[in-house]
């Protein structure tokens, strides 16, 4: 099983800096790699696929990069509504699919 | 637009059974493996099982956390997923959410259905 750790497991920021989230894993997952942003009582949302490639509708503040066990997702310019959890997730060796355990953003 | 509603989540005794389904709309459904994910209260994301297409003969896959508990199934002339969740534990207790796969990663999840599993 591959198992994805994400730091910092909590990131406090203000709105308009950067922000720069970890995930790392246990072995080679190649490119397959995903973010997810989950808010308060809400489905996660897809931002990034493939290590780089932003989905549909995310904006071009939101960045992903990375290969092999080291990925980083990066938001340029932190806006109010991105105060939420961040979850990775590999598709390159399953079952079992995997997540990381996530690093919640919030507001200093 | 892919929407995915699922329902039939409630209130279960511990060792009680249930069946969550999910349905989809606004893509192909039997072009896709789907996946039911959960989430206990306040914690993250862990994976249930995964279910194939047809061409991939509806082979199943678990999480060992409930590999011979639960079971999917989907009815692709209904565009619909379902989790049979059998000898349930108050572990079990989550929301449980219906997810797309696309190339063999998650990419639109359902709105989610509440499971909690007390006496």
């Known amino acids: 099983e591959i198992v994805l750790t994400q730091s910092p497991a909590t990131l406090s920021l203000s709105p308009g800096e950067r922000a720069t989230l970890s995930c790392r894993a246990s072995?080679?997952?190649?490119?397959?790699l995903a973010w997810f942003q989950q808010k308060p009582g809400q489905a996660p949302r897809l931002l990034i696929y493939?290590?780089?490639n932003r989905a549909t509708g995310i904006p071009a503040r939101f960045s992903g990069s990375g290969s092999g066990t080291d990925f980083t997702l990066t938001i340029s310019s932190l806006e109010p509504e991105d105060f939420a959890v961040y979850y990775c997730?590999?598709?390159?060796?399953?079952?079992?699919?995997?997540f990381g355990q996530g690093t919640r953003l919030e507001i200093k | 637009e892919v929407q995915l509603v699922e329902s039939g989540g409630g209130l279960v005794q511990p060792g009680g059974s249930l069946r969550l389904s999910c349905v989809a709309s606004?893509?192909?459904?039997?072009?896709?493996?789907m996946d039911w994910v959960r989430q206990a209260p306040g914690k993250g994301l862990e994976w249930v099982g995964r279910?194939?297409?047809?061409?991939?003969?509806?082979?199943?896959d678990y999480a060992a956390s409930v590999k011979g508990r639960f079971t999917i199934s989907r009815d692709d002339s209904k565009n619909s997923l379902y989790l049979e969740m059998n000898s349930l534990k108050t572990e079990d207790t989550a929301v449980y959410y219906c997810?797309?796969?696309?190339?063999?990663?998650?990419?639109?999840w359902g709105r989610g259905t509440l499971v909690t599993v007390s006496s």
């Open positions: 606004g893509f192909t459904f039997s072009d896709n493996y």
């Open positions: 279910i194939r297409n047809a061409p991939s003969s509806y082979i199943t």
């Open positions: 997730h590999q598709r390159f060796d399953w079952p079992p699919v995997t």
């Open positions: 493939d290590a780089s």
């Open positions: 072995q080679s997952v190649g490119r397959h």
């Open positions: 997810a797309r796969v696309i190339e063999t990663a998650i990419d639109h």
